[in-house]
Every structure is written in structure tokens, then in C-alpha cells.
């Protein structure tokens, strides 16, 4: 299989991204989803699951990402929901 993850990809997944949410809601027994836009061109979130990042100032642990129904790549800016846990990372 070939890797088609860009430099952005491989870069994100060494580091804790940070995003502004463009709102939040509860997906009661899972945690908390915050729509939030993307921040490069990817195939794939890979570099952000099972990964901290900081939303709106808190450091969570992204444990889902909702790609609202759309098949790869996604464009910068396109809106992604992260589902994090609701207890700190």
C-alpha cells in the first residue's frame, strides 16, 4: 500500500495541533465532538487519532473524527468534527 500522507501529515503527527471550534455537542457515554476546520490537505487523520490536541485552550485526547460523509483528500479548511474524551488528556 502506498503511503500517500504529505509532509504536513507526517509533521502534524509529531506534534500537538491547536484548533478553534466552530461549535461543540455531547455524544452522551462517548465524550464531546467540536466542529473545527482542517487544517491542510490530507488523506487521512491518522496524524490526530488517539493524539492530543489543544481545542479552544484545553488539551484533549482525540478519540474519533467525523468526516461529515466525504471520501479523502480533505481540503484545508473543510469542516471535521473531533470527538474527544471529556477528562484532560
Same mark, same amino acid.
Given at each position: 500500500m502506498d503511503d500517500q500522507r504529505s509532509d504536513e #501529515? @507526517?509533521?502534524?503527527s #509529531? +506534534?500537538?495541533q491547536t484548533f478553534t471550534s466552530l461549535g461543540k455537542w455531547e455524544m452522551v457515554g462517548r465524550g464531546e465532538v467540536? +466542529?473545527?476546520r482542517c487544517p /491542510? &490537505?490530507?488523506y487521512g487523520f491518522e496524524? %490526530? %487519532?488517539n493524539k492530543p490536541a489543544i481545542i479552544d485552550g484545553k488539551e484533549l485526547k482525540v478519540i474519533g473524527i467525523e &468526516? /461529515?460523509?466525504?471520501? *479523502? *483528500? /480533505?481540503a484545508k479548511g473543510e %469542516? @471535521?468534527? %473531533?470527538l474527544v474524551n471529556s477528562m484532560k488528556y
Open positions: #501529515e @507526517i509533521k502534524a #509529531e +506534534t500537538v467540536y +466542529t473545527v /491542510f &490537505k490530507c496524524w %490526530l %487519532l &468526516k /461529515f460523509a466525504h471520501m *479523502p *483528500p /480533505f %469542516l @471535521i468534527g %473531533l
